[in-house]
């Protein structure tokens, strides 16, 4: 259970600081020539990363 919630957490980060990382390994590959991910799917990323540790912390964390 530990380890999970340190990945979670590790992933939650490294997803609001580094958005554009999600979208080259799920979307940049299929893509050929210079193709980035739009502003919005930037903000959308990292709030709901935010939305959802925030979440972990509050409703899963305390259970630790």
């Given at each position: 259970?530990?380890?999970?919630?340190?990945?979670?957490?590790?992933?939650?980060?490294?997803?609001?600081?580094?958005?554009?990382?999600?979208?080259?390994?799920?979307?940049?590959?299929?893509?050929k020539g210079d193709?980035?991910?739009?502003?919005?799917?930037?903000?959308?990323?990292?709030?709901?990363?935010?939305?959802?540790?925030?979440?972990?912390?509050?409703?899963?964390?305390?259970?630790?």
């Amino acid at each position: 259970m530990v380890g999970f919630a340190i990945l979670f957490i590790a992933l939650s980060l490294i997803n609001i600081f580094f958005p554009s990382l999600g979208w080259y390994t799920r979307y940049g590959w299929m893509v050929k020539g210079d193709s980035e991910p739009s502003k919005a799917y930037l903000v959308i990323s990292r709030v709901s990363s935010i939305i959802m540790l925030l979440l972990f912390f509050i409703f899963f964390f305390p259970m630790l």
